[in-house]
């Protein structure tokens, strides 16, 4: 049974889990999860809660392709508010920060955030290991080949699986030297991979449980999803819904969501399959 320790509360993924997806930006790719005002963050929250999040992914710093990179203390200017007032109403609410910079994991942490999500793996702030094993904070170590703002250009691997397999493989290992301990693994969909490349790697699901780190999906509503539809992000559930079970079915540990009540169903469904639940 893998779990990991959110400032004391342990969380078991014997049965998978769902993290809702909090925009604090106006150019997240998917308009429906950007929160422009105080009252409609403290709504979102409260549904996803009541929906059956177990997390809430707070980001203030869009990662969508070809996105300009927002300074740190731009982006904290964000993060750091909405967390407090997510906590303020809602104290016993897991929040995980989706960062890239030390330093607003650090404000994050003290502010009450217990889960730190990086897209770069620590490639993008020199600080940002040395930071968690300090902070002892549970942390999701993420494949990209790129940056946010090159990643789609050309991505290009001669085995994709195997590649980020060992890329994350090698990772893992520094983070364990630093002495950090609780990490999450996401081979990080649309990050750099073309459409093939994520239908590989999410094929493949399986293949990354050799790592003994509870598997990360965020798949929802991405271009894999709505351009292989011939849709768009908003019209995107359905897809999304579609590709949360096969990853559920190939050992997801936890779904990365816009839609948390959809996802919850699906994990509900998959564990009744699997005769899990």
């Not at 999040?53 to 909405?82: H, N, Y």
């Not at 790592?211 to 292989?228: H, I």
């Amino acid at each position: 049974m893998m779990t990991i320790n959110c400032k004391g509360t342990v969380i078991s993924f014997d049965v998978p889990k769902v993290m809702g997806i909090i925009n604090i930006t106006p150019d997240s790719f998917y308009s429906g999860s950007r929160q422009i005002s105080q009252d409609q963050l403290l709504r979102t929250v409260e549904t996803m809660l009541e929906d059956g999040a177990t997390f809430l992914d707070v980001g203030g710093q869009s990662t969508r392709p070809g996105s300009e990179r927002l300074p740190e203390k731009e982006e904290a200017a964000r993060v750091i508010p909405a967390i407090k007032t997510i906590l303020k109403r809602f104290p016993a609410a897991l929040i995980s920060v989706d960062t890239y910079y030390s330093g607003v994991a650090r404000e994050a942490v003290a502010a009450g955030a217990c889960l730190v999500n990086d897209v770069s793996a620590g490639t993008l702030d020199a600080e940002m290991i040395s930071t968690i094993a300090k902070m002892q904070v549970p942390y999701v170590l993420m494949h990209m080949q790129g940056t946010p703002q090159t990643m789609q250009k050309a991505p290009a691997y001669q085995n994709v699986v195997l590649e980020v397999f060992d890329s994350l493989n090698f990772k893992k290992s520094e983070l364990h030297k630093a002495g950090i301990n609780d990490v999450l693994i996401d081979v990080g969909f649309g990050f750099g991979k073309t459409a093939a490349h994520n239908f590989e790697l999410l094929n493949s699901l399986n293949y990354f449980k050799n790592l003994a780190c509870p598997l990360l999906v965020g798949l929802s509503r991405k271009g894999t999803v709505y351009k292989t539809l011939h849709t768009t992000a908003e019209n995107a559930l359905n897809g999304s819904t579609v590709l949360h079970t096969i990853a559920l079915l190939n050992g997801a540990s936890l779904l990365r969501v816009h839609d948390v009540k959809e996802a919850v169903e699906a994990v509900t469904l998959v564990q009744k399959v699997m005769q899990k639940g």
